[in-house]
């Protein structure tokens, strides 16, 4: 069932959820409108009238690399001007992704590896780009206080959920509830429909059918996605509190700043 709290129809953008309302362990919520995640915004309407600014959002950090940037560029619709922050987080999926699609015309579709793929992605991701992870929290950090902030990537779902997950984490979000929202982006996509259009094109492409389900973590996610990423930290830094310690610097004052930041009571 659709997410109609959290899940916001913004014209031109995917993704776009607001990630208030879950409890923390201290009883206190994550703030209503003051974090948000999306996928790129290079398709909002100049006039896209009061439904982004009368979101308070300042500040907008985008983790896209320059070549996504070339392809979708940065551009604010008329009476929005936020701070803007490019973070870029690679992942080792894309390049691979791309061959994917030049050699789908003479091979049969590779839905384990597309999935292997992503698996690796997850795990790379956190280890590769802690800079860029770390440098996330610092502008959260440095946020104008008591306004909202904006973070995506391309399609709001896997750097974005990543970055997502750690940062509801460190503020003390159930597991349970970090899962549900990284989930999230299978309603706020339509995932059955998206994954039936996608497959079709790539269909038509190969010259052969291609089921829907094997192209779900193009437009989606799974759960394992995330698990991978958990077990690649607790690999290297023995546990996610430790890495959120160790690599990204969310010492006890830092998270406490955090949690004045961006929760309620």
């Known amino acids: 069932?659709?997410?109609?709290?959290?899940?916001?129809?913004?014209?031109?953008?995917?993704?776009?959820?607001?990630?208030?309302?879950?409890?923390?362990?201290?009883?206190?919520?994550v703030a209503w409108g003051r974090l948000f995640r999306s996928g790129h915004l290079s398709e909002l309407p100049d006039d896209i009238g009061d439904a982004?600014?009368?979101?308070?959002?300042?500040?907008?950090?985008?983790?896209?690399s320059d070549a996504e940037k070339k392809r979708n560029p940065v551009r604010w619709p008329q009476g929005w001007a936020p701070h803007y922050s490019p973070?870029?987080?690679?992942?080792n999926a894309s390049a691979w992704v791309h061959?994917?699609?030049?050699?789908?015309?003479?091979?049969?579709?590779?839905?384990r590896e597309l999935h292997d793929q992503f698996i690796l992605a997850f795990?790379?991701?956190?280890?590769?780009?802690?800079?860029g992870l770390k440098a996330f929290f610092d502008t959260l950090l440095a946020a104008d206080h008591g306004n909202a902030v904006l973070f995506h990537c391309t399609a709001g779902k896997d750097r974005t959920g990543i970055a997502g997950a750690l940062?509801?984490?460190?503020?003390?979000?159930?597991?349970d509830d970090i899962m549900a929202d990284f989930l999230l982006t299978n309603e706020a996509v339509d995932i059955e429909k998206v994954s039936e259009d996608m497959a079709g094109r790539l269909s038509a492409r190969a010259g052969r059918p291609i089921?829907?389900?094997?192209?779900?973590?193009?437009?989606?996610?799974?759960e394992e996605f995330l698990q991978s990423a958990y077990d690649a930290i607790g690999e290297k830094f023995g546990s996610v509190d430790a890495y959120l310690t160790d690599s990204m610097g969310l010492d006890t004052a830092k998270r406490?700043?955090?949690?004045?930041?961006?929760l309620s009571e």
Do not use: C
């Not at 061959?99 to 839905?111: C, G, K, T, V, W």
């Open 1 to 29: 069932m659709r997410d109609q709290t959290r899940i916001l129809p913004i014209t031109g953008v995917k993704n776009f959820r607001d990630m208030g309302g879950y409890k923390t362990g201290d009883g206190r919520s």
């Open 123 to 131: 795990q790379t991701i956190p280890i590769a780009n802690a800079p």
């Open 167 to 175: 940062l509801m984490k460190a503020l003390g979000v159930a597991d």
């Open 87 to 91: 973070l870029p987080i690679g992942g």
């Open 52 to 64: 982004i600014t009368s979101r308070n959002i300042t500040s907008v950090i985008d983790f896209r």
């Open 256 to 262: 406490a700043l955090l949690a004045d930041r961006f």
């Open 211 to 222: 089921a829907a389900p094997d192209v779900l973590p193009l437009v989606g996610v799974r």
């Open 99 to 111: 061959e994917m699609f030049e050699r789908l015309s003479n091979s049969d579709f590779p839905a």
